[in-house]
């Protein structure tokens, strides 16, 4: 490894083993675009403090453009000659501007540096993120929209419980990710605050115009303690935590994909393009994308669990461990991005089976609450109109027989006020339609929810 840019106080060089353990640049080079942009910021505050002259300045800025060129290009190959990217740049620049490049570090530390550098990284992915959320919520749309009649038996505890649109089922994720959309649109706000001008812990002599520095790199405001901005990293928690949550809802989605794409359900096939085959078993055809996707929750999870217990009992202020805070970000935003980019794919590749989910929804008394209603609206109270229906439902089981196939006498014969009427409530489609309450899986309420989303989504 090339010289330390702390070699100064030390006699002996660093053994080979700790520059192995020490170093980031393995990792942290991807971050070379933002160290980039907040050493040109730095270089304009430093110019108006009077360190560097107009001329310094321009100078420095162009040598940096020349090296995000050359590391575009995948140049600087060389692992082991730097201990991360703050000290790459450096040494490029001092090759290119010689002692001007060493005044660059003046009122700054790799402390505050790190912490802008990462502060940039998160602010552009949760915009690549949110854009991938929408998207995915478009396909979501596009999906619920052109099979707005298809009714499918809803679950709860796996068994079948009501019939619903399955343009309500699919709206439900739709909700789920319009919130996680939001909830990374909270997170932007606490993630677009600058660190730089806080130096290692306490601040710097240098009169730096942070403010200036905030509105070249398009931050919302500057941090307010020092030691805070070096030691804070919880707008990467807060950032794995979002990621996390919508990993969570792709699993389900996935879990449920699976699942209706079984011979068991039927509900979906998923098309050939998106699925793959078994080495030995000729017949398969195996749904290992959304099966993926599930799996792959978990090691998002993981590093959310992981770097939260890096930062548990560190003291203020930067201290090495929170270098652990890089890999655990950089898996989950490509693990993120790649299972979104997927996910709406998949949603698109995905046909339903409208036959199979229908006779679903007609057996298995699914519209037991619904008779149990009718009866309420005949005066029955609703504790004593449930127990009519389990009974119905248990001759039913006996007789091998649905509640729309039992004869009136036979219903009657434990309710005298059930009437003729009683059979259109005994039908699966009347009985989403009588759902149009706010939120509701009736046609209207359903159509207006995919309304208001197209409308969320600029469509
Ligand atoms: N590679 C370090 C990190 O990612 C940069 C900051 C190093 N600061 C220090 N004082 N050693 O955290």
Not at 22 to 48: P, V, W
Not at 109 to 126: F, G, K, M, P, T
Not at 371 to 393: D, M, N, T
Not at 413 to 434: F, H, M, N, Q, T
């Amino acid at each position: 490894m090339a010289k330390k840019t702390w070699g100064g106080r030390f006699k002996e060089d660093a053994d080979e083993l700790v520059d192995r353990f020490n170093a980031s640049i393995g990792f942290d080079r991807r971050l070379y675009k933002e160290d980039i942009q907040g050493s040109i910021a730095h270089c304009k505050a430093l110019t108006k403090a009077g360190i560097f002259t107009q001329q310094d300045c321009d100078r420095v800025i162009e040598a940096l453009g020349q090296i995000q060129q050359e590391l575009d290009r995948g140049e600087y190959p060389d692992e082991r000659a730097y201990e991360d990217i703050h000290t790459l740049v450096e040494r490029a620049l001092v090759a290119k501007v010689g002692e001007l490049g060493e005044r660059l570090h003046t009122g700054r530390s790799r402390n505050d540096q790190v912490a802008l550098d990462v502060r940039l990284y998160v602010r552009e992915a949760i915009n690549r993120i949110r854009s991938l959320i929408r998207e995915t919520q478009r396909a979501l749309v596009e999906q619920a929209e052109k099979h707005s009649g298809l009714i499918m038996p809803g679950y709860t505890h796996m068994q079948r419980a009501q019939p619903v649109l399955l343009a309500h089922h699919l709206m439900a994720y739709y909700e789920m990710f319009e919130r996680d959309w939001r909830r990374f649109g909270e997170t932007l706000k606490r993630t677009n605050v600058l660190p730089l001008g806080s130096a290692a812990l306490a601040g710097t002599t240098f009169t730096l115009d942070r403010e200036m520095m905030a509105r070249e790199l398009g931050f919302e405001a500057i941090s307010a303690n020092s030691m805070d901005a070096v030691s804070d990293r919880d707008f990467i928690l807060e950032f794995l935590f979002d990621c996390a949550m919508v990993m969570m809802h792709l699993s389900r989605l996935s879990e449920e994909l699976v699942i209706w794409s079984t011979e068991e359900f039927g509900f979906v096939t998923i098309s050939d393009a998106f699925c793959t085959g078994s080495s030995i078993m000729p017949q398969k055809k195996n749904p290992d994308l959304p099966e993926l996707m599930r799996g792959k929750t978990g090691r998002v999870y993981g590093h959310l669990i992981s770097l939260l217990t890096v930062m548990k009992a560190l003291p203020l202020a930067y201290n090495k461990d929170m270098q652990e805070d890089k890999e655990a970000l950089f898996d989950t935003v490509d693990t993120l991005e790649l299972c979104l980019e997927a996910a709406c794919r998949l949603i698109g590749a995905v046909t339903f089976n409208g036959e199979k989910m229908k006779q679903a929804a007609s057996n298995g008394f699914l519209v037991a609450t619904d008779l149990a209603e009718y009866l309420v609206r005949k005066g029955v109270a609703f504790r004593k109109s449930h127990e009519i229906v389990g009974q119905l439902v248990l001759e039913c089981l006996e007789k091998g027989k649905e509640l729309h196939e039992l004869s009136l006498e036979e219903m009657r014969s434990l309710c005298p006020s059930i009437g003729e009427d009683v059979y259109e409530w005994l039908d699966p489609a009347k009985s989403v339609e009588r759902r149009n309450l706010p939120g509701g899986t009736g046609p209207d309420a359903v159509s207006q929810c995919i309304q208001k989303a197209k409308e969320e989504l600029g469509l």
